[in-house]
């Protein structure tokens, strides 16, 4: 029965450098598997824009990347852009953006109960249960668990075993691999979601933003809002490339005992 599934909220940390349609088509076909599960009811979704300091090449300002991101979440009921971590002064954990939006929700959808009449005409009354939250993210993002200095240990068993994943494919990743190969994750991969995306789309915003800077078309590949808005700020220029070139990303300075060269998104 639907009213006995359990509730849940998906959220997505990232750069959204700028957000794409792959990006929006993340959270379709993420509350569609959810569904099909049997399980799990979507109430919502959140994108989650990371903060200035995160240090990564070419990351256009916050303010920006959330105008962009609500623009092109105009035409959706259920997904919503979150500013919170993108304000945070320095760069945050996704561990502790969970934490916050977890708390959030769950004083939002607080745990209620349903009264139902028996046929000998008593009432009783059952415990709906407690909304979860699990990130949504690509491939490449659970990839990013291999990459030493970039996630510590405990963040992975805690995002992966308290809270949960669902995990799009993309492009010739595997992430039933990644999941293998790692202790942490298969430890709790009843409790990671892997939904394959037959109809391929292989957007990137990296490309995206190589595109605009030597003047191409990006037509259909972002919304039409979200081009309007990068044409009259002017954003991801030669110029804007630049920014944060040669820095390493923050979370290999705040933890990584022996720090690594920048990734590419």
């Given at each position: 029965?639907?009213?006995?599934?359990?509730?849940?909220?998906?959220?997505?940390?990232?750069?959204?450098?700028?957000?794409?349609?792959?990006?929006?088509?993340?959270?379709?076909?993420?509350?569609?598997?959810?569904?099909?599960?049997?399980r799990y009811k979507v109430l919502g979704g959140i994108i989650s824009p990371v903060s200035d300091?995160?240090?990564?090449?070419?990351?256009?300002?916050?303010?920006?990347?959330?105008?962009?991101?609500?623009?092109?979440?105009?035409?959706?009921?259920?997904?919503?852009?979150?500013?919170?971590?993108?304000?945070?002064?320095?760069?945050?954990?996704?561990?502790?953006?969970?934490?916050?939006?977890?708390?959030?929700?769950?004083?939002?959808?607080?745990?209620?109960?349903?009264?139902?009449?028996?046929?000998?005409?008593?009432?009783?009354?059952?415990?709906?249960?407690?909304?979860?939250?699990?990130?949504?993210?690509?491939?490449?993002?659970?990839?990013?668990?291999?990459?030493?200095?970039?996630?510590?240990?405990?963040?992975?068993?805690?995002?992966?075993?308290?809270?949960?994943?669902?995990?799009?494919?993309?492009?010739?990743?595997?992430?039933?691999?990644?999941?293998?190969?790692?202790?942490?994750?298969?430890?709790?991969?009843?409790?990671?979601?892997?939904?394959?995306?037959?109809?391929?789309?292989?957007?990137?915003?990296?490309?995206?933003?190589?595109?605009?800077?030597?003047?191409?078309?990006?037509?259909?590949?972002?919304?039409?809002?979200?081009?309007?808005?990068?044409?009259?700020?002017?954003?991801?220029?030669?110029?804007?490339?630049?920014?944060?070139?040669?820095?390493?990303?923050?979370?290999?300075?705040?933890?990584?005992?022996?720090?690594?060269?920048?990734?590419?998104?």
């Open positions: 029965m639907a009213g006995c599934r359990i509730p849940l909220v998906l959220l997505a940390c990232g750069s959204f450098n700028p957000i794409t349609n792959q990006h929006m088509r993340l959270f379709e076909m993420a509350r569609d598997h959810m569904h099909n599960t049997g300091s995160y240090g990564k090449q070419g990351l256009a300002p916050a303010k920006h990347r959330i105008a962009m991101a609500k623009l092109a979440l105009q035409t959706s009921d259920w997904i919503r852009v979150d500013e919170w971590e993108s304000q945070q002064p320095d760069w945050t954990e996704t561990v502790v953006t969970m934490r916050y939006h977890h708390n959030h929700i769950l004083q939002k959808y607080q745990k209620s109960t349903t009264t139902h009449k028996l046929s000998n005409g008593n009432i009783t009354a059952t415990s709906n249960p407690s909304v979860q939250l699990k990130l949504l993210c690509g491939a490449d993002f659970l990839d990013s668990f291999r990459t030493p200095g970039l996630w510590l240990d405990e963040h992975i068993e805690e995002v992966s075993g308290h809270f949960g994943l669902v995990c799009v494919s993309r492009g010739e990743l595997l992430p039933e691999r990644t999941v293998h190969e790692s202790d942490i994750l298969s430890r709790h991969r009843q409790n990671i979601f892997l939904v394959t995306e037959w109809v391929r789309n292989e957007t990137s915003a990296t490309e995206v933003r190589r595109a605009l800077r030597r003047g191409a078309s990006v037509k259909y590949l972002i919304p039409d809002p979200v081009l309007q808005y990068i044409q009259q700020h002017s954003l991801y220029t030669w110029d804007s490339e630049k920014r944060n070139e040669g820095t390493l990303l923050r979370p290999l300075t705040k933890q990584a005992p022996n720090p690594v060269s920048s990734l590419e998104d």
